[in-house]
T-cell receptor, first 114, second 112 residues
């Protein structure tokens, strides 16, 4: 069984479009995250939700809007896509919000903006 | 200065070799430390946590030096399957929540 799943795995789209990436975890964790890994392979946190409540919102353009309908899901909607948004986006989850336990990552969504 | 710095490598080693990676972090208030492994085009996965007293898991040994603010990972008897990127991860500690900071990774290639 997949612990953290994301869809789609690949996303190719034109500049200016709006797209969503979905994430679900079946681990019963309270905390979920979105990370961006750019072409230089640096993994940076974008958002963190604990039990559907936003707890971390890093300096991310407001074109990016996370939504957590319940604690098992954290979706990412991106408006007006730009070339610089091309990256791999990872969803992750953990039981604890304090940073002391394992984060489990989804397989990633490779976004290419043309 | 980056918050978490690693030598990107690649480290090219023969099978059976011992290899060590270091990582430095800038925030002296950091509380939790980890090594994650990321295979090519895959997601990161926890390799091991790093404890103040140092810890070992099979062929892998992690050490933490708080005074010098660095973390190390030692891999003994390298296997081909150890080829991957090793990410040093630090929790700089914030009441706002779990904000792990990742290094850029060190690439290891183990050759036959």
């Amino acid at each position: 069984d997949t612990a953290v799943s994301q869809t789609p795995k690949y996303l190719v789209t034109q500049m200016g479009n709006d797209k969503s990436i979905k994430c679900e975890q079946n681990l019963g964790h309270d905390t979920m995250y979105w990370y961006k890994q750019d072409s230089k392979k640096f993994l940076k946190i974008m958002f963190s939700y604990n039990n559907k409540e936003l707890i971390i919102n890093e300096t991310v353009p407001n074109r990016f809007s996370p939504k957590s309908p319940d604690k098992a899901h954290l979706n990412l909607h991106i408006n007006s896509l730009e070339l610089g948004d091309s990256a791999v986006y990872f969803c992750a989850s953990s039981q604890d919000r304090r940073g002391v336990d394992t984060q489990y990552f989804g397989p990633g969504t490779r976004l290419t903006v043309l | 200065r980056k918050e978490v710095e690693q030598d990107p490598g690649p480290f090219n080693v023969p099978e059976g070799a011992t290899v060590a990676f270091n990582c430095t972090y800038s925030n002296s208030a950091s509380q939790s430390f980890f090594w994650y492994r990321q295979d090519c085009r895959k997601e990161p996965k926890l390799l091991m946590s790093v404890y103040s007293s140092g810890n070992e898991d099979g062929r892998f040994t992690a050490q933490l030096n708080r005074a010098s603010q660095y973390i190390s990972l030692l891999i003994r008897d390298s296997k081909l399957s150890d080829s991957a990127t090793y990410l040093c991860v630090v929790n700089p500690y914030s009441n706002a929540g779990n904000m792990l900071t990742f290094g850029g990774g060190t690439r290891l290639m183990v050759k036959p």
